[in-house]
């Protein structure tokens, strides 16, 4: 999904006003020690999170049911995609407080590439195997490639070939 906000300047407003009282720019690290930012909002209203989504264009609502039967559900507004936190970020930035701000920054400056954070900051593949010079192929586009995962995949098409071949 492709962020695409509202043009209606007054509900960006009130949609920045309450994303500075209830949300939040959070960093997460990955297993592979990938340091990536998503957007959350939370309420207690799902009409107003549901408002909110429809302004900024994206995103995705989730709700999580309390065991304590007084508390009242919490729902959750979410957006992780690099490519649409960037271009929301951007029209936030002007009216968000100082602090934001600061994240808003932070997490403008972490490269992505298509839909994926920038690989180059990627320490491991997904396997886990370090990417160091010995381990590390470069394709013509400029991506990487684990040498690993690459015998591990040759190793997985010449069992399937002999095993087919036994079948026979
Ligand atoms: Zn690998």
Same mark, same amino acid.
């Given at each position: 999904?492709? /962020?695409?906000?509202?043009?209606? @300047?007054?509900? $960006? ?9 209830? &949300?939040?720019?959070?960093? /997460? ?9 998503? +957007? ?20 995705? /609502?989730?709700? @999580? ?6 508390? @009242?559900?919490?729902?959750?507004? !979410? +957006? !992780?995609?690099?490519?649409?936190? !960037?271009?929301? +970020? ?5 009216? +968000?407080?100082?602090? %934001?701000? &600061? ?6 400056? $972490? ?11 990627? $320490? ?19 991506? %990487? !490639? ?14 399937? @070939? $002999? ?6």
């Amino acid at each position: 999904m492709t /962020i695409s906000p509202s043009k209606d @300047k007054v509900m $960006i407003a009130w949609g920045v006003g309450l994303f500075e009282g209830k &949300g939040c720019i959070a960093f /997460i690290t990955d297993k592979y020690g990938n340091k990536y930012p998503k +957007l959350i909002l939370v309420s207690t209203d799902e009409d107003v999170l549901r408002r909110f989504r429809r302004i900024v264009g994206g995103g995705y /609502i989730s709700h @999580k049911e309390s065991a304590n039967p007084n508390h @009242k559900i919490a729902y959750r507004w !979410q +957006l !992780q995609r690099g490519r649409d936190i !960037q271009e929301l +970020l951007i029209i936030f930035m002007p009216m +968000l407080g100082t602090r %934001r701000k &600061g994240k808003a920054r932070e997490a403008l400056a $972490i490269k992505f590439k298509g839909n994926n954070w920038h690989s180059k900051s990627k $320490i491991r593949c997904i396997r886990g195997h370090r990417f160091t010079r010995a381990n590390t192929r470069i394709r013509s586009d400029g991506t %990487r !490639q684990c040498v690993a995962c690459i015998q591990i995949r040759s190793r997985k098409s010449y069992l399937k @070939k $002999i095993t087919k071949n036994m079948e026979k």
